[in-house]
C-alpha cells in the first residue's frame, strides 16, 4: 500500500515552457479585449491562470472580472496554448525530472500527481511536449478553484481515490518552485519541498520555511530518500 502522496507543481517545477503560457495568455486577451501584451504587467508566478485573467482585467480595465469574462479568455488561451508550446524555443524540461518521475513511477509506496495553478487541458499540453503527460492521471487544477490550497485539497481527494483510502496531511508532500506552493502546502498540513529553478532563488523561499529546499532535482537518489523518509 503506497504510504506517499505527492503533488507535483508544474511551471519552473517540472518543465519551463519559455513564456508560451504568458504568450497564450496575452493572444486571448487582446482577442477579446483589443489590449495587447497585456501580461506585460502581471506576474503569472504561482497563481492560477482564472486568477491571472482576474488581475488582467483588473489592471488594464479597471474593474472586477466577470464569470464569463474569465471563461472566455481561459478558453482562447487553451485553444492558442498548443501552438505556443509546440513551435516555443525556450522549452525545456527541469534537470533531473525524466529520471526522478522515472524512478516514482509504479514505486509501491508513492502514488503521484499535480498540483498546479494551471487549467487541466493546459497541464496536458504543456507536458505533452516533454512526453511527461503519462506519469499523471490526476491531480488538481485551476478547473477546481482560483485558490490553490482549494486546488491541493482537491488533488489529495482525487489521490485518496486512487489510493482507495484517506491519507494524513503528513503523508502529503507539495513539490513547486515557488512560494505558492510552499504557503499552499502548508495550508493544507502537507509536507513541502520548494526546489530553486524558477524565478525564486533559494535564499528567497528559505524565507517561508519549506520543510526541504533544493537547488535542483538532479540528485535522484537524494530527491528519492527525502520523498520516501
Not at 43 to 63: A, W, Y
Amino acid at each position: 500500500m503506497a504510504k506517499k502522496l505527492l503533488l507535483f507543481d508544474l511551471d519552473w517545477t517540472l518543465v519551463y515552457t519559455g513564456g508560451a503560457g504568458v504568450r497564450a495568455l496575452n493572444y486571448a486577451f487582446e482577442k477579446q479585449f483589443s489590449i495587447p501584451n497585456a501580461m506585460k504587467t502581471v506576474s503569472p508566478d504561482g497563481k492560477t491562470d482564472p486568477l491571472i485573467v482576474r488581475e488582467m482585467i483588473r489592471v488594464h480595465l479597471n474593474r472586477d472580472a466577470t464569470p464569463a469574462e474569465i471563461e472566455t479568455v481561459c478558453k482562447g488561451y487553451i485553444e492558442r496554448l498548443k501552438y505556443e508550446v509546440e513551435t516555443g524555443q525556450g522549452y525545456r524540461i527541469m534537470p533531473g525530472i525524466p529520471e526522478l518521475l522515472q524512478a516514482l513511477f509504479g514505486h509501491k509506496e508513492v502514488v503521484m500527481g499535480l498540483g498546479t495553478g494551471n487549467l487541466k487541458a493546459g497541464a496536458k499540453i504543456k507536458l505533452t511536449r516533454a512526453k511527461l503527460d503519462h506519469f499523471f492521471d490526476f491531480g488538481g487544477f485551476a478547473d477546481d478553484s482560483e485558490d490553490r490550497p482549494t486546488v491541493l485539497a482537491a488533488g489529495v481527494r482525487r489521490g485518496e481515490e486512487k489510493m482507495g483510502r484517506s491519507v494524513h496531511p503528513r503523508e502529503v508532500v507539495v513539490i513547486g518552485d515557488n512560494r505558492r506552493d510552499v504557503e499552499a502546502g502548508q495550508a493544507i498540513g502537507a509536507v513541502t519541498i520548494a526546489v530553486a529553478t524558477g524565478p525564486m532563488k533559494a535564499d528567497e523561499l528559505a524565507a517561508y520555511k519549506p520543510d526541504y529546499l533544493f537547488e535542483d532535482l538532479a540528485d535522484t537518489k537524494h530527491v528519492l530518500e527525502t520523498l520516501l523518509a
